[in-house]
């Protein structure tokens, strides 16, 4: 059974930085993508990034683009969200997520981590 599961949310002034991680385990994700999202109170999930397993090739969202970086450790089946720069409509529960890399759907969700951006 896949499991995920996030750390390292917290309160961060504007500006700042913060790394989640998630840790997967369940089996092997050579030929997943890895996908961090994010949901404000009363607001859409918002994709905000992803990374193949594999090949560690990465995607952004342009609200993102050149202040956050996903990466992986594949001996520590975790996947990393190192957040810079960050502003207040930051803001969110962050959630890793999973999909087999033929699939659209992501099916596999961790219980997520709180951020919060003071300005």
């Known amino acids: 059974q896949v499991q995920l599961v996030e750390s390292g949310g917290g309160l961060v002034q504007a500006g700042g930085s913060l790394r989640l991680s998630c840790a997967a385990s369940g089996r092997t994700f050579s030929r997943y993508v890895m996908a961090w999202f994010r949901q404000a109170p009363g607001k859409e999930r918002e994709f905000v990034g992803s990374?193949?397993?594999?090949?560690?090739?990465?995607n952004y969202a342009d609200s993102v683009k050149g202040r956050f970086t996903i990466s992986r450790d594949k001996d520590k089946n975790t996947v990393y969200l190192q957040m810079n720069s960050l502003k207040p409509e930051d803001t969110a529960v962050y959630l890793c997520a999973a999909r087999y890399s033929s699939l659209i759907r992501y099916d596999y969700w961790g219980q997520g981590t709180q951020v919060t951006v003071s300005s």
């Open positions: 990374i193949t397993w594999s090949g560690g090739s990465t």
